[in-house]
């Protein structure tokens, strides 16, 4: 019986990552650090870390029937929006595909949400599509979440 985990798994093997044959492909150590300056962005809720890491004009497709937010400014100020009240953040990532100028990976996200502070734990995939090596110009992410309120004193 194939678990959610071993299909990832299956997924990840089949779409090992491959050599860059070119300067502006990207390969599984630039997406992995590209995603640990993502990590550092979102644990430290800083809208321009995570700016830094798009083209000016890039899209980001938060939601897949929603239109995608187009361009740093945009991305920035969604990043600032949506993290403004999270805490004690905690971002790990599985590189799962890497070919030509994209990165297909699977992420975890735990943080506190305020007011209230019910923990929050997002489990979702991102497709990056590079500029360059150390830039993405565009990325749609797909994701659910599960929320574990406060439990009440006397719980």
Do not use: N
Request: with cysteine; charged share 25%; net charge negative.
């Amino acid at each position: 019986m194939l678990t959610r985990r071993t299909s990832l798994l299956a997924l990840a093997a089949l779409g090992a990552c491959a050599p860059a044959s070119r300067d502006d492909l990207i390969d599984a150590a630039a997406f992995s650090a590209w995603l640990d300056r993502y990590k550092q962005a979102w644990e430290t809720r800083d809208a321009a870390l995570a700016g830094a890491l798009f083209t000016a004009d890039a899209s980001y497709h938060e939601m897949p029937f929603d239109a995608p937010m187009q361009g740093r400014d945009a991305i920035e100020a969604y990043w600032t929006r949506v993290t403004a009240t999270q805490s004690d953040v905690r971002f790990t990532y599985d590189v799962l595909s890497c070919a030509g100028e994209q990165g297909i990976c699977h992420w975890h996200a735990t943080l506190k949400s305020a007011p209230g502070g019910a923990t929050i734990d997002l489990d979702g995939v991102f497709v990056c599509e590079f500029a360059d090596a150390r830039k993405v110009k565009a990325l749609k992410e797909w994701w659910h979440v599960r929320v574990t309120p406060v439990a009440a004193p006397g719980e």
